[in-house]
């Protein structure tokens, strides 16, 4: 067995990195990710397709064709038609709006809560870190779909109830991840410097430490927007988040609970199933390729 | 040395407790806020058109409802230590015998999902870690993000249109056959697709975890030192690496249990298993919160004690981890 190599020794001083090579450089490692660059381009096209609803839909989505009932597919409605003749395919555009939507609020909401926790219990520590985590610990005991689902059932189901509630519930998980990396940051001598200099802790926090704890925050909130989209498809598909006539993915696959419309009516249920699939899966294989790109060897 | 082994052990279980404790009493509170938010009270269900305005008020009075709110919640944890969680407002039945009711049918399923995914999971991660950048190892990369990208009820709707609807090979809804006399194979055949779309999202997330883990292993040490008294590869990774590898499995079965109840609330709606998370979804339809809330707060008991008795048994598992 050949000798362990002897390292050379890094300088104990970091190194100045020039800020514009190190976006050059993840972006290139995210380049060599085939799948990121697939699903980016996917969620481009998905993206797109939401902005453009009104253009690409073929019919509206809220109106029936009283000749067409639990129609299938056909060349007048591509999709098919649901229960009550609305066209499918127009209600699967318009719904990647609604879906795409709660997983851009949601996860800005909980990202912004979390780094705020986070910020405050990482960077005070002491007894302020204690009754912080201590609540995270509180909020993750529940189940987050029970929790949810109790608070929905509360202030009643709506699309803005739904991204409210997802966005205040989904934060632990981030908050956790900035608070250890304060909890490292603070040590370094670039705090104390500022510290030194006369800048308020607000300051410090903000302007000086978060640049620094951005990377596991982007990625945590791009795997957050694919669970909030999941979370939002699973309580429409309940009956208890977005209410029709809005259509979101999820709300689509509620008839699919009857049996009959299961067995009968495959084209109600598989296109909005499909688009939920590959919406996550594509946010998802992005979130991969930031997390390869900004670090390596990040831990999430 | 039994006494030196056991006295950190008891130390690292007094301590964990004591984080725990505080957790649970929160965890009380933040339900009895939501149930406070609810609509309606107890006096809601008792109402009786013969009732003056006044009766109305003697009867809050009696019960209580008129004092501050933390005086409330003292008088309902009280309650809810003696195991009371309140009544039912659709059927007037204790909350918390209907929840016992229901909670075997959600634990056999949530066990059973739990032992088909380490069953699953264990021997993909192993062979994913050992033959690193391998097609296994690539394909369980992708099966990993498709599990946790995969929503359960659309697992659930495909498995029940092919193996139900299609090939009726599977019964579609319960957990056994209504009217046949029990036996094993009938139930284990209600059981199969709903233990299965409950397993999935586990399966990805043990089988990165295991790989993670036993790779983490491998660059270690010992595992150098096994290598280099020449001991077989064999050896090496399945007696020395494995080892130490598995052993933070068992907090991740602590992790999962709150995932695997949210799963539980979809998974049985869809195949009409009679648990939990059915009883949610019909009380939340009938308005019943004392019922709701009951779940909720049980399902969270649950997680931390859950979590406590799963780091407990790794520290017993694990020396290290005591300090």
Redesign the interface.
């Known amino acids: 067995m050949a000798l362990p190599q002897i390292k050379h020794i890094e300088p104990v001083t970091e190194p100045i990195i020039d800020p514009k090579s190190y976006w050059a450089l993840a972006r290139r490692r995210f380049m060599r990710h085939k799948l990121a660059v697939v699903s980016l381009c996917v969620l481009a096209v998905l993206v797109l397709i939401a902005i453009f609803a009104n253009q690409l839909a073929p019919m509206s989505p809220y109106i029936s064709d009283p000749t067409a009932f639990a129609a299938p597919p056909s060349p007048h409605h591509l999709l098919g038609t649901d229960l009550i003749g609305r066209d499918v395919l127009s209600r699967l555009i318009f719904a990647s709006r609604i879906s795409l939507s709660v997983g851009i609020v949601s996860s800005s909401l909980f990202v912004i809560i979390g780094t705020l926790l986070g910020a405050v219990a990482g960077y005070y520590g002491g007894w302020v870190d204690t009754v912080v985590m201590r609540f995270t610990d509180m909020v993750l005991s529940f189940p987050v779909l029970m929790l949810i689902l109790v608070v929905v059932s509360v202030v009643g189901p709506s699309l803005y109830n739904v991204m409210a509630v997802i966005g205040l519930i989904g934060w632990p998980g981030v908050a956790r991840l900035v608070r250890s990396s304060f909890l490292s940051l603070r040590e370094q001598d670039f705090v104390e410097a500022a510290k030194a200099s006369g800048a308020s802790n607000a300051a410090i926090m903000f302007k000086h430490m978060l640049p620094n704890a951005l990377g596991p925050v982007l990625v945590a909130g791009t795997f957050g927007a694919a669970s909030s989209i999941l979370l939002e498809a699973g309580l429409s598909f309940l009956g208890l988040g977005v209410q029709p006539p809005i259509a979101s993915w999820g709300n689509m696959l509620n008839d699919a609970q009857s049996l009959t419309v299961l067995h009968t009516m495959p084209w109600l249920w598989i296109p909005p199933g499909v688009m939920i699939v590959v919406a996550v899966l594509a946010i998802n294989f992005v979130g991969d390729g930031i997390r390869d790109a900004l670090d390596p060897r990040m831990q999430l | 040395m039994t006494t030196k082994g056991a006295a950190p052990l008891l130390r690292y279980t007094i301590r964990r407790v004591a ?1 725990a404790i ?2 649970l009493i ?2 009380t509170m ?1 339900s009895y806020l ?1 149930i406070n ?3 309606g009270n107890p006096v809601t269900m008792l109402l009786n058109p013969n009732m003056s305005a006044g009766d109305l008020h003697s009867l809050e009075v009696a019960l209580g409802l008129n004092k501050p709110v933390w005086v409330r919640y003292w008088l309902w944890l009280i309650q809810l230590l003696h195991g009371n969680l309140g009544f039912s407002y659709v059927n007037f039945q204790p909350v918390l015998t209907r929840i016992l009711r229901r909670l075997p049918a959600t634990a056999e399923l949530m066990v059973s999902a739990i032992l088909l995914s380490y069953v699953l999971a264990i021997p993909v991660g192993v062979i994913a870690a050992v033959r690193q950048y391998s097609w296994v190892d690539y394909f369980s990369t ?1 099966g990993a ?2 599990g ?7 697992i659930g ?2 498995l ?2 092919i193996f139900a ?1 299609q090939l009726n090979v599977l019964p ?1 809804s319960g957990q056994v056959t209504v009217g046949v006399i029990p036996s094993l194979g009938d139930y284990l055949r209600h059981l199969v697709m709903p233990a299965v779309v409950l397993a999935v999202g586990n399966i990805g997330q043990t089988v990165r975890y295991v790989r ?1 883990a036993l790779l983490d292993c491998i660059r270690q040490d010992y595992v150098r030192t096994a ?2 008294k020449g001991l077989g590869e064999r050896v090496v990774i399945y007696k020395h690496a494995l080892h130490n590898a598995l052993l933070p499995v068992i907090t991740i079965a602590g992790l999962q249990i ?2 695997l ?3 539980a ?2 998974t049985e ?2 195949f009409g298993w009679p648990g939990m998370g059915q009883l ?2 019909q009380a ?2 009938q ?1 019943d ?1 004392p019922t ?2 009951g ?2 707060l049980i ?2 008991v649950l ?2 004690v859950g979590n406590l008795v799963a780091d407990l048994c790794y520290s017993m598992a694990d020396p290290r981890i005591r300090l």
């Open positions: 984080i505080p957790v929160g965890v933040i939501i938010a609810a609509p992708i993000f498709l946790v990208s995969v929503p359960g009820f659309f709707l495909v029940l249109y609807l579609a993670g290598r280099a709150p995932i109840f949210s799963g609330v979809i709606q869809v949610t979804i939340i339809t308005r919160y709701i809330m779940i909720t399902a969270a997680v931390v």
